[in-house]
């Protein structure tokens, strides 16, 4: 069993940075593959990035790349989403999710969301 916070979420100017947190607790984390997903108003929920320790390699929504990067620290058990060059259409609560496989096939674990408002 993973539980997870989600922290960092405000409101910021476009072309503003944020860096979300995400708090594990329960099991270790080193074992899952992390992730982050958004969900904006009126739309359903979208992959951002996703970590998987085991293998060294993290994986990014192609719309993203080069703005937003993911990293952890397993022995806090925190993972983070470092979001650069921030626009208005990446308003949204911000979800950290666990997943015990290395593909991301199933997310078992997610937290409650962090708000992420960028004025135009």
């Known amino acids: 069993q993973v539980q997870l916070v989600e922290s960092g979420g405000g409101l910021v100017q476009a072309g503003g940075s944020l860096r979300l947190s995400c708090a594990a607790s329960?099991?270790?984390?080193?074992?899952?593959?992390m992730g982050w997903f958004r969900q904006a108003p009126g739309k359903e929920r979208e992959f951002v990035a996703r970590d998987v320790w085991s293998a060294g390699t993290t994986y990014y929504a192609n719309s993203l790349k080069g703005r937003f990067t993911i990293s952890r620290d397993n022995a806090k058990k925190k993972v983070y989403l470092q979001m650069n060059s921030l626009k208005s259409e990446d308003t949204a609560v911000y979800y950290c999710?666990?997943?015990?496989?290395?593909?991301?096939?199933?997310?078992?674990?997610w937290g409650q969301g962090t708000q992420v408002t960028v004025s135009s």
């Open positions: 329960g099991s270790t984390i080193s074992s899952y593959s």
């Open positions: 999710a666990a997943s015990p496989d290395i593909f991301g096939a199933r997310w078992d674990y």
